[in-house]
């Protein structure tokens, strides 16, 4: 009875604490600004469908997709067993289900199998990160917590499914032996291997295989409420942000409205827009971004996918789509912890714009989409770009001697050229 009301507490501190983390993160993307995401649902559950659950973007990759496969089949399948060890958690049983018979050891054996390949997966996943350094997750962005953060999650995974392999292998040689209250159920492919590791005591193994029960079932709640601070809360938010991704032509740029109704106005004299409070022109900081953004911000997997095929990136220059994301994160994390301290009215003096991301950043940015294409999960990185550029230059009317000449073609030739229209085909006379 002891055991249970232990057992009962720490679900109820575990979930409550997750909840509570969780609220305060959709606070944050409440932050930003309204979008209209909820047209074409049956559309935008087939991209969900596709490219969250189907993870057809990770193929262009075939070994990390193989990898984080696995990962991302275990991760589902074997928290089903999750299911079993509440309830016994909560009522003293002891494999609750062994009354499926056969469909429980197929359960038990698929379970496993899966429990080695996650293993298994952790461990290359650790070697591709600080033996063989892969370049793309290195990067100014990636370094102390960020760099460690994969590294901890990695850890973890490879701890739970040791615990739960060694705790079915105690379970199955407590089995054998007899020992009351262990059923004899399941099957063990693979923990079967471990069985001849350890003693043939009973008193050790019960000790053995609890030990690993409540470690298996802690690290699973500790791991819950970890994901808030982690990269890894992209294994949650991966859904929705893929169900709420733009599904216009990559590179089509939005109209502001308040734009559009001036021109409207000017076009028709009879044009009487909606009353609509004064905004800022693009964005400045993360509460002029929309909520599609900053939850774009909050999916982030930091894998560098996007910053690896970023051609400003690659030739040298400063910007890096992924450092984008995280500093919209960590700008959003700050105004956050101020709102919780002082209130929502507080003003720290900051903005995301030149205190996380510079100038020099976003005018390097070509707009070719390449970092939109290649997320996994479809974040928009440009999107953010675009509306601090649109600040810039509409806002405060400051941008590169270089832009600000071709805007000023454009508004006098009709082009980004300095010649005249009427000179347009000089070129080819004498042809």
């Known amino acids: 009875m002891v055991s249970q009301i232990i057992f009962v507490i720490l679900t109820i501190v575990g979930v409550g604490l997750f909840a509570f983390n969780a609220q305060k993160v959709i606070r944050n993307i409440k932050l930003g600004k309204s979008a209209n995401r909820c047209d074409k649902p049956q559309e935008r559950w087939m991209v969900m469908l596709k490219v969250a659950f189907g993870q057809t973007k990770m193929a262009v990759r075939p070994v990390p997709f193989l990898l984080h496969l696995v990962v991302y089949l275990g991760f589902v399948i074997i928290n089903i067993e999750v299911l079993e060890i509440v309830i016994d958690g909560i009522f003293g049983t002891h494999r609750v289900f062994s009354g499926l018979g056969g469909l429980y050891n197929f359960l038990i054996g698929s379970f496993e199998l899966l429990a080695a390949g996650v293993w298994l997966a952790c461990v290359v996943f650790l070697i591709r990160r600080n033996v063989l350094k892969l370049k793309r997750f290195s990067g100014v962005e990636m370094k102390t917590w960020p760099k460690s953060d994969a590294n901890y999650i990695l850890i973890t995974e490879i701890l739970l499914m040791s615990a739960f392999l060694l705790m079915n292998a105690a379970d199955a040689k407590l089995q054998s032996l007899g020992a009351s209250h262990y ?14 590791l350890l003693p043939n005591q009973i008193d050790t193994l019960i000790f053995i295989e609890r030990f690993c029960w409540w470690f298996h079932i802690a690290g699973i709640f500790a791991f819950l409420n970890y994901l808030p601070y982690s990269k890894h809360f992209h294994i949650i938010l991966a859904f929705p942000n893929t169900y709420f991704s733009n599904l216009k032509p990559k590179g089509q740029f939005s109209n502001m409205d308040s734009v559009t109704n001036e021109v409207k106005a000017m076009l028709d004299p009879s044009f009487v827009p909606a009353d609509a409070a004064p905004g800022r022109f693009g964005a400045k900081d993360i509460q002029d971004l929309s909520w599609v953004n900053l939850l774009n911000a909050y999916t982030c997997t930091e894998c560098g996918r996007c ?6 990136n690659i030739t040298g220059k400063l910007l890096s789509p992924r450092k984008i994301m995280m500093d919209t ?3 959003m994390e700050e105004v956050g912890k101020n709102i919780d301290k002082h209130g929502a009215e507080h003003q720290d003096g900051k903005a995301l714009l030149d205190d996380y991301i510079t100038r020099e950043e976003i005018w390097a940015c070509t707009s070719c989409n390449a970092c939109v294409e290649a997320c996994p999960v479809n974040i928009d990185p ?12 509409m806002e405060e009317s400051v941008v590169p001697a270089s832009i600000n000449a071709m805007l000023g073609n454009v508004e006098n030739n009709g082009a980004p050229w300095k010649y005249s229209p009427s000179d347009r085909f000089n070129w080819s006379e004498g042809n």
């Open 382 to 393: 440009l999107a953010i770009i675009t509306e601090l550029r649109r600040y810039t230059v």
């Open 329 to 331: 994160r960590d700008r």
């Open 183 to 196: 059923t004899a159920a399941g099957a063990f492919p693979v923990s079967a291997w471990l069985q001849n």
């Open 307 to 312: 910053t690896s095929v970023c051609p400003a």
